[in-house]
């Protein structure tokens, strides 16, 4: 069975860091992807990285986290992490975990998502 599992997650003040981790049970993805959802809003794409299985891989973000979040992954424990510094409030969502040919798109794998939440 494949499972998606977050945590990292935490109520921290602006300026603060934390990390997500996503440890994979069950399955190798090589396109995987951190997504952000909010009150009332759609899942929406944090940062991906692709073609990444026991190499470099590509990573992209959105505008609004570049040069302050990283993606990355260790191969061998399965685990994709998102490093997140510099929070702002409107950081504030619950983070998921995707993984799949494509990604977030139906017939990938979610995460049950972790809480998020950053005071100015």
């Known amino acids: 069975q494949v499972q998606l599992v977050e945590s990292g997650g935490g109520s921290v003040q602006a300026g603060s860091s934390l990390r997500l981790s996503c440890k994979v049970y069950?399955?190798?993805?090589?396109?995987m992807g951190w997504f952000r959802q909010t009150p009332g809003n759609q899942r929406e794409p944090v940062a991906t990285?692709?073609?990444?299985?026991?190499?470099?891989?590509?990573?992209n973000y959105v505008d609004f986290v570049k040069g302050r979040f990283a993606i990355s992954r260790d191969d061998a424990k399965n685990i994709l992490y998102l490093q997140m510094n510099l929070l702002k409030p409107e950081d504030t969502g619950v983070y998921y975990c995707n993984g799949g040919v494509r990604l977030g798109e139906d017939g990938s794998t979610w995460g049950l998502g972790t809480q998020v939440t950053v005071s100015p």
């Open positions: 990285l692709r073609d990444s299985y026991g190499k470099d891989g590509v990573a």
């Open positions: 069950g399955a190798i993805f090589s396109d």
